[in-house]
């Protein structure tokens, strides 16, 4: 996944594309975003806790490593084909109604990829509906790397910490239905952008996020709609940190407010933080803008003058399981789980 902080003029240009007029405030790259929490106006969407199923980390640890046992999940790959399968047959034994989305999409070097965006609904009938999503493929290579940048990486982090923990709520969900309707989206081609080596570093950068970008031009139930979208991106390494991230603020203040103000009250305020990051392309920029899903982003992006940018390994061969925290994904689930049964 690579997001760079062009997504504010991306931004304009689909409102200008779809018609949407919105009011961005971009958030700066210096890192010199503001310390202290949005205004008080968001503080309204405060939750009370309610009881909820309990999220198993180590079981959300599990699913994580056994996306990765399939080796890298690169469009078009033996492991792309196994993953996609053992998703959906997951989905299918924890009870939720399960839908496939198969196209071929174009990537930025022209090859054809043919992806499956999967959907797993709990709740099917009930019309107040969220939606959860992450990424499913892994990067083809390892850009950020010194060594084998050439090579796909493992995506422990980027991509299957995310699908780990919305398995896990999937288990949760089948055995405890919550009141409202809940969809689990893994998309695909997410990761498969232009890489570091190329020159072109003023691309469009609509060649990442292929999947979600698919989905939002054509659901795969017409005029599908969500009250809301949460993304989870980089969401189970060592010593992870969630900003507020900057399309997020700027495309879906309420929902951020929300699931941070959810994780204050469960005691992981020093996970969720509230400083702003500078402004993203992830697929929340897609379903929030085309899908017109406002979501949230919660991904592992820091702020600090000595670390700036996503977690130490993106794009990296050490994006692999040494990376994965299981209390990590257990704090992450724990807000999520509370954020859907408290609808």
């Known amino acids: 996944m690579e997001k760079m902080a062009q997504a504010g003029r991306l931004i304009e240009r689909l409102s200008a594309s779809f018609g949407v007029a919105a009011a961005l405030v971009l958030a700066s790259c210096s890192g010199s975003a503001p310390e202290t929490a949005p205004p008080n106006r968001q503080q309204n969407n405060e939750v009370a806790l309610v009881r909820t199923p309990l999220f198993s980390a180590d079981s959300a640890y599990a699913f994580v490593e056994r996306q990765v046992a399939f080796g890298n999940r690169v469009p078009n790959s033996i492991g792309h084909q196994q993953c996609g399968d053992y998703l959906i047959g997951q989905l299918e034994a924890f009870g939720a109604s399960v839908a496939v989305q198969e196209a071929r999409v174009t990537a930025y070097d022209g090859t054809k990829l043919d992806i499956r965006n999967i959907f797993g609904a709990f709740n099917p009938r009930e019309k107040r509906r969220i939606l959860l999503y992450a990424h499913w493929d892994t990067r083809p290579y390892a850009d950020k790397d010194t060594v084998r940048t050439k090579e796909p990486i493992d995506g422990a982090n980027d991509g299957a910490s995310g699908v780990g ?18 969809d689990i989206a893994f998309f695909d081609a997410e990761d498969y952008g232009e890489p570091e080596w190329l020159p072109n570093r003023d691309a469009d950068y609509t060649d990442w996020c292929l999947g979600s970008q698919y989905w939002a031009r054509k659901p795969h139930i017409p005029g599908y709609r ?38 204050r009250r469960l005691g992981h305020a020093d996970l969720f933080r509230n400083r702003v990051t500078p402004q993203t392309i992830d697929d929340n920029l897609f379903v929030s803008q085309l899908a017109g899903i406002p979501s949230a982003n919660i991904v592992h992006y820091h702020l600090d003058t000595r670390i700036m940018g996503y977690f130490p390994f993106h794009h990296t061969h050490g994006d692999n399981m040494d990376a994965i925290d299981a209390e990590v994904l257990g704090k992450v689930g724990q807000v999520l789980t509370q954020v859907v049964y408290a609808e």
């Open 226 to 263: 969500a009250k809301y979208g949460i993304l989870l991106d980089m969401v189970g390494a060592k010593g992870a940190v969630f900003h507020r991230e900057g399309t997020s603020m700027a495309l879906a203040p309420a929902v951020v407010e929300k699931v941070w103000s959810t994780a």
């Open 165 to 182: 923990v919305l398995l896990e709520l999937a288990r949760i969900l089948g055995d405890s239905l919550p009141s409202v309707g809940v």
